[in-house]
């Protein structure tokens, strides 16, 4: 099987993620994309996220009507940051010798791959697929690599002209997927949330924009912004009509 493993923070899930893989399992006739969100990302961890159970919960309603999509819980409550290395061969453990692992990522990410944990190890795991908007190059996937792997200047300024394609290195493989037209963004979600279901629905998928709203995720006025919810407003209501029946 041809697998790409698809993580992120995912806070929320929208209609770019789903557009992405949905081009990347097409272009490279993957079985199956892996969407898994990170309980504790090492590059976020200064932003309060949504409970790791909500953005779970919101890509399971998203990945629903495609086969080849799978909510993953590779990442779940490992009690330590995820870091990616370690994500691809937990993934890797599991697959049968025969399967391809492929790690989808988006050009904004990658732009900072130099300074995730063991980037020359990571790329070695496995092929990788960095989609990205139109603009973008080969040269600028060659120029975030880490030094031991960047290609020499030359080369850089040749790829500078490709707008897709493939780069070759002594045990990675990278594949540019460009002209990427979504640009909606979870932060730009976050800040809308409290628009009616059908306009947050141009951002998410209809199924994600009920339960945002359910749950009173990034809601304005909501006093568990952090992503607590609804849930966690039940569960005062009960606490206080058990105080005022003992009173």
């Not at 949330?193 to 924009?209: D, E, G, N, T």
Request: with cysteine; charged share 25%.
């Amino acid at each position: 099987m041809r697998i790409a493993l698809f993580g992120g923070t995912f806070d929320p899930v929208h209609l770019g993620h789903l557009a992405v893989a949905r081009v990347a399992a097409d272009r490279f006739k993957l079985d199956r994309v892996f969407f898994v969100p990170a309980d504790i990302p090492p590059h976020k961890q200064k932003r309060k996220l949504t409970d790791f159970q909500h953005r779970f919960a919101m890509l399971a309603l998203a990945t629903a009507e495609d086969k080849r999509f799978v909510p993953s819980l590779l990442d779940a409550h490992t009690g330590h940051p995820n870091y990616s290395v370690e994500t691809v061969r937990r993934l890797k453990s599991i697959l049968g010798k025969s399967d391809r692992p492929y790690f989808l990522i988006g050009m904004d990410a990658f732009r900072d791959i130099q300074t995730w944990r063991k980037p020359v190890e990571l790329l070695r795991e496995c092929d990788f697929i960095v989609a990205a908007r139109p603009g973008h190059s080969l040269g600028d996937v060659a120029r975030s690599l880490p030094a031991a792997l960047r290609p020499p200047e030359a080369t850089l300024r040749a790829l500078g002209k490709q707008q897709s394609g493939t780069i070759t290195l002594p045990g990675a493989t990278i594949y540019l997927l460009g002209e990427l037209r979504e640009r909606v963004s979870s932060t730009q979600i976050r800040a809308t949330a409290h628009r009616p279901i059908k306009q947050l629905s141009r951002y998410v998928p209809q199924l994600v924009a009920e339960y945002i709203k359910k749950e009173n995720l990034y809601g304005a006025g909501n006093s568990s912004a952090d992503g607590g919810g609804a849930y966690r407003d039940k569960m005062l209501s009960l606490h206080r009509g058990h105080r005022q029946e003992r009173s």
